[in-house]
């Protein structure tokens, strides 16, 4: 049989155009930039949004029902922008409908939630993925270059903290119910980060989370996650908002140096010669813009997606399983690693 031919263009339709963050305009200028692919369509159940979304992009058209979009709008792929909890329920819609999907991180609120999508994407024939823009941020492409290259040898430990001491604030992001819990937001992140820099299959988790402080919110007070891999390599990622003293937000140990964040630049510890040395990593230029520039290769062209779904779920295991293990006092065993 011929091979499929593939379509010159990929239309998108935006769910959730809150302004808040603007988002919404941020994901529709973003996938405009790339040659071929459109917004044609967007939904959101406030009703003030829908204008708001017309005057900003254009001719496209508006919903307040996601159902209604994918039965009428002129879409093959859907971006969700919505609370946490939604992530799921509305991408496996969107996926049955046969729409591709791209979901805001964090991917979900659990393992569980990882699979049902992925078997339903795999089901369908469609793509899955998660918005894991800040791969591109300058900071962390310098690092992961440095670790690339083999400069400070084999890495065997990596610390990462993130947080402070401060409320929380009010929002939906600090109710556990919708937001996941504290590690769901930035902790999305800086996980996708550490299994850049760490890609081997995961052993364990083990977890610790405190409630001490902030108790008018549901989400922790300080979150942290030990992570055991097959190659010997462990990890701690800690995320707070009772830290009075933070540390670094990145610590890479590696056989032959260290890299610190400065933050601004990033310091190496080495020898040469026996002599104990320092140098600067400068940051690169962060460049978002190749997240769609990829999906775009890939709707169009073929080629591999930059964040599998597999991934992401990933991720999403290493926060599930923190809390896990901090109920239980156990480290937890990671599914589906090779």
Known sequence: MPAKKRAKTARFGIVGYGGAFNMGRGHAGWIRAVPGLEVTAVCDPDESRLPVARDELGEIETYTSIDDMLKKAPI?????????????????????????VILEKPFCLNIKEATSMIEAARENGVMLTVFHNRRFDGDFMALKEAVDSGVIGEVFQ????????????????????????????????????????????????TGAFHKRVWLDVTNEDHCEAFVRFKSGCVADVQCSSIAMHNKPKWRVLGTKGAIVDAGDHFTLYSKVDGYRVEGKIPYKKSTWEKY???????????????????????????????????????????????
């Open 76 to 100: 093959d792929n859907v971006v969700i922008i919505t609370p946490h909890n939604t992530h799921c329920p509305l991408a496996l819609k969107a996926l049955r409908a046969g729409k591709g």
């Open 158 to 205: 990596v610390e990462q903290c993130f947080g402070g001491y401060g409320h929380p604030g009010t929002w939906w992001r600090a109710d556990k119910a919708i937001s996941g819990g504290a590690f769901f937001d930035w902790g999305a992140h800086f996980i996708d980060w550490l299994l850049q820099i760490v890609p081997g299959p995961m052993v364990s988790v």
């Open 292 to 338: 769609y520039e990829n999906i775009g290769d890939h709707l169009l062209r073929g080629k591999p997606l930059n964040v599998l779904p597999e991934q992401a779920r990933r991720v999403i295991a290493i926060m599930d399983l923190a809390e896990k293990s901090s109920k239980s006092g156990k480290a937890e065993p990671v599914p589906y690693e090779e």
